[in-house]
């Protein structure tokens, strides 16, 4: 017979990192249809999810704090103003709903003006600079996002409301209700990307990226294509936000990887994911997801079943920047020895396999039926 309490343990622990694996996978699939599709280096993937997060978050919260009629400052009183603005969320579904579609809209929309933004250095430079602007443009915001205490009061940083967590206490399963929501977020961007990447404008894109002069010569807008691919994703990518502050609704600016986003996590490690993978190959970034997160948590379960004296030990090298160490040796040895990463890259079908072979069985016939004829007396 199966305890209930061993069982209700093991979701509890197995939730987490099923959240965090729905959040790299999503933000995997916009570098994968920039980077792996369309050739576009952005590292200032970083600056897309934190707009879309905290942007939307901190709306959410200054909306529910003025339909509550909450008298006083915003951040000093976050505590008693996030308290009773979650308890109006648990007690209205709807509200709940309504909240959470409003921070997933503002968020996708802002995410998207931005990524138009981003399309014009996109035009005009080469991948290398286009990289590096994107890059400190990312770390700009952060930095901006700390320093102007209005927006999200400091470095202290302001908790944003968690409509769909409230909303799942109404069944008595709040992380399950969670976890629910972001994993069909994830389903569903990942069946769009793999249309996208099996679609006309997905091998457009793929050769975009391996000929641009070609892809010219032939009558493609490529300033178009590189705009569109940018506006997408980057939408996709503050929604990614929303679904982070989902689970983690203390949102932190800062450049350290303590605060919410940082340029570690939320850039280079979905390259990582992507390399690691199969670039333009969405079952490669699904199995790169999935071995990234299992190595991270079995380091860290590693190393916490050593004990503390090792814990301890391993502390004044740093344990975080051992797992990057392992993470980093990792990508080296998948470079050296499978560059294609675990899921090579395979060209798209135009047509059905069935058709495929039809065709194939056709050119085949016809020589053969035209030798048996030429053999044939008249």
């Known amino acids: 017979m199966v305890d209930l309490g061993t069982l ?21 699939l916009t570098v994968n249809l920039e980077f792996g599709y369309a050739g576009v280096p952005n590292f200032g993937k970083v600056l897309f999810i934190s707009i879309g997060a905290f942007v939307a978050g901190s709306f959410a919260y200054r909306l529910m704090v003025y339909l509550l009629n909450l008298k006083g ?6 505590n008693l103003f ?3 603005i979650n308890s109006k969320l648990a007690a209205e579904p709807f509200l709940a709903v309504e909240l959470f579609l409003f921070m997933v809209v503002v968020a996708a929309a802002l995410g998207g003006f931005f990524g138009f933004l981003a399309s014009y250095p996109a035009i005009r430079l080469r991948e290398d600079y286009l990289g590096m602007l994107l890059l400190a443009a990312g770390e700009f915001f952060l930095i901006f ?13 302001v908790n944003a409301p968690a409509p769909v967590f409230y909303l799942g206490t109404i069944v008595g399963q709040p992380d399950l209700v969670v976890l629910g929501v972001l994993a069909t977020a994830a389903i569903l961007i990942y069946i769009y990307a793999e ?12 050769a975009l990226r391996d000929n641009e002069v070609a892809s010219e010569a032939v009558g493609k807008d490529v300033v178009a294509l590189r705009r569109n691919v940018l506006i997408v994703s980057s939408a996709i990518a503050g929604i990614a936000g929303v679904m982070w502050i989902s ?9 350290t990887p303590e605060a919410t986003f940082n340029r570690l996590t939320d850039t280079f490690i979905p390259f990582v994911i992507v390399i690691l993978g199969g670039a333009a190959n969405n079952r490669g970034v699904l199995l790169g997801t999935f071995v990234y997160l299992l190595i991270y948590n079995a380091f860290s379960q590693g190393v916490t079943a050593m004990g503390p004296s090792v814990q301890n030990a391993l502390s004044l090298v740093g344990i975080d920047n051992l797992k990057l160490m392992l993470i980093g040796g990792l990508l080296i040895v998948i470079l050296i020895r499978r560059p294609q990463g675990l899921i090579p890259e395979k060209p798209t079908l135009t047509m059905s396999r069935a058709k495929l072979k039809e065709m ?15 053999k044939t007396p008249s």
């Open 8 to 28: 209700s343990f093991a979701v509890s622990a197995l939730t987490l990192p099923a959240e965090m694996f729905c959040f790299f996978l999503v933000v995997s």
């Open 73 to 78: 400052d915003i951040f000093g009183l976050q």
């Open 82 to 84: 996030i308290t009773e």
């Open 145 to 157: 996002s700390q320093a102007y205490l209005p927006f999200l009061g400091g470095a202290e940083g």
């Open 195 to 206: 249309r996208v990447g099996r679609s006309p404008l997905g091998r457009t894109l793929r």
């Open 247 to 255: 689970f983690q609704p203390l949102m932190t600016p800062g450049t």
């Open 360 to 374: 194939a069985g056709a050119s085949t016939a016809k020589p053969q039926e035209k030798e048996e004829h030429q």
